[in-house]
């Protein structure tokens, strides 16, 4: 077994939501197969006992465990379901370097690594083990749950595409060869420069506020979440955002390839005024195009709901749904 790195854990409760007092909390770590320790919070509710079904939640992208992946696994925590917010590799409270970087391969191993923990624990029955993925690890856990048949349930939540979106740009306006080459070219060098100063930089998270009038909405809602009431001092997103380079890889390594095979249940969520709603509504029909078993998936549109309604609004994050979902697939 590969060796745990010494990670410095915050100890006491640091998260942008408020603690439950039907939930017991603990830090706790684990190693994916690259040797990179990952960070966690652990949930359980105080009034379960004997071996438990088991959720690893991680998002949004840029996102950390204190956010809303934390929001998230507390909440089913109380539904009775054990739970693992974790932060991938190098974000967060999680080692790898170098820092605020992404990859396709690692973080849907990552998942991967969640459940290897799950699956060890006393208290959990490995055979109800489940996963969340939010914004763009919605796309990650997809891919996740395309190649670990551990994986008996999967909750995409207002999904991004990330493979999507860096090779054609948002609603595919960048969908060119030569839009391609020229990003490829911008990369190319800034590899070189880093490398020459050892310096990675960083590419900006979201804007200040208050956000200029004229930005698209989603930017506003964006900023107004992570500069505003989710501010978090690890948070990608809430700062500086990822490394010069740290996204790169997701231009050519599409994540999707083989979502029409995965045969366990599938939830894909998303807010009908989302502008991220186009994804994951091709991601459902990608995926239910030959699928050996179309009867476990389900595609939900939430009326009204705009992209970050389902990272913190409990009025439309849709709790009753999930425990629905993930109850009847641990069934089977």
């Known amino acids: 077994m590969l060796k745990t790195e010494k990670l410095n854990l915050t100890q006491e409760w640091d998260k942008t939501f408020p603690k439950s007092d039907k939930v017991e909390h603990r830090k706790v770590t684990f190693v994916n197969r690259y040797g990179i320790t990952l960070a966690a919070d652990l949930y359980t509710s105080k009034n379960t006992e004997g071996k438990l079904a088991a959720i690893a939640v991680s998002g949004p ?5 204190e956010q809303w992946a934390g929001l ?7 539904r ?30 990552d998942f991967s690594a969640a459940v290897d923990f799950l699956s060890v624990q006393d208290n959990v029955d490995p055979e109800k083990i ?13 891919n996740a749950a395309a190649i670990d048949t551990r994986i008996k349930a999967t909750v995409a939540s207002t999904m991004y595409d990330l493979s999507r979106t860096a090779a054609r740009g948002y609603f595919d306006s960048s969908d060119s060869e030569e839009a391609r080459h020229q990003m490829r070219e911008l990369y190319s060098k800034t590899r070189t420069e880093i490398y020459r100063t050892g310096d990675y930089g960083r590419v900006g998270g979201c804007l200040p506020l208050p956000v200029p009038e004229d930005a698209p909405f989603f ?21 500086e955002g990822w490394n010069t380079i740290g996204t790169l890889s997701f231009m050519n390594q599409p994540i999707l390839c083989y979502s029409n ?7 894909i969520v998303h807010g009908e005024k989302a502008h991220s709603c186009y994804m994951g509504k091709d991601a459902y029909a990608a995926m239910m195009e030959g699928n050996p078993n ?33 109850r009847r697939a641990f069934e089977k």
Request: charged share 20%.
């Open 294 to 326: 179309p009867e476990n998936k389900e595609l939900l549109l939430i009326p009204d709901a705009v992209h970050t309604d389902l990272y913190d609004n409990l009025e439309v994050i849709p709790f009753d749904k999930f425990e629905t979902f993930f």
């Open 261 to 267: 095979e995965i045969r366990s249940a599938v939830l």
């Open 61 to 65: 992208f840029g996102a950390v465990k």
């Open 80 to 109: 009775g379901f054990l739970t693992l917010a974790f932060d991938p590799s190098f974000t967060g409270e999680s080692g790898g370097q170098p820092r605020h970087t992404a990859s396709p391969d690692i973080n849907t191993e």
């Open 219 to 239: 930017v506003k809602d964006y900023s107004e979440y992570y500069k505003g009431r989710a501010y978090h001092v690890r948070s990608l997103n809430s700062n």
């Open 72 to 78: 998230y696994a507390q909440t089913l925590a109380e």
């Open 130 to 142: 489940g996963i969340i993925g939010i914004c763009g690890w919605g796309g990650l856990a997809l």
